[in-house]
């Protein structure tokens, strides 16, 4: 079969998901470290044998809770997202039109639900 050069180019091939798979999987053990080393500095919580509430590490935990699910949560999701529809097949196609999306744009950032040009409509169109 010959594909043409410039539709290979568009299409995902089963090496470009590889590949993209590979980003989205490196990103996410990114994360999840970061978080994991963040919560290692969380002292342990006392059993019920504590008498005495430490009311100032319970307060930094909660707060460093929100701080991790602000920095990480949605780029978390996208990315949880993106390697759901390499699994379903979907991966590299814009949400918004179906157009497929560049893999220039996709190398830049493999988790994104749209191609440039819708992504660049909706910012210009929430003003
Ligand atoms: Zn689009």
């Known amino acids: 079969m010959c594909i043409p050069p410039f539709f290979r180019e568009l299409v995902m091939g089963p090496a ?34 504590g008498d005495v509430i430490d009311q100032a590490n319970a307060d930094a935990e909660a707060e460093l809770q929100i701080q991790l699910h602000r920095t990480d949560g949605p780029l978390a999701r996208a990315i949880e997202e993106a390697l759901a529809r390499i699994r379903r097949g979907t991966y590299g196609v814009c949400e918004a039109c179906g157009h497929p999306i560049s893999k220039v744009r996709l190398n830049a950032v493999p988790w994104t639900r749209f191609c440039r040009q819708c992504k660049e409509q909706q910012a210009t169109s929430r003003r």
């Open 16 to 49: 470009d998901l590889q590949r993209f798979r590979k980003l989205l999987l490196e990103k996410r053990r990114e994360l999840l470290s970061a978080q994991g080393e963040a919560r290692a500095l969380v002292p342990a919580a006392g059993g019920w044998e």
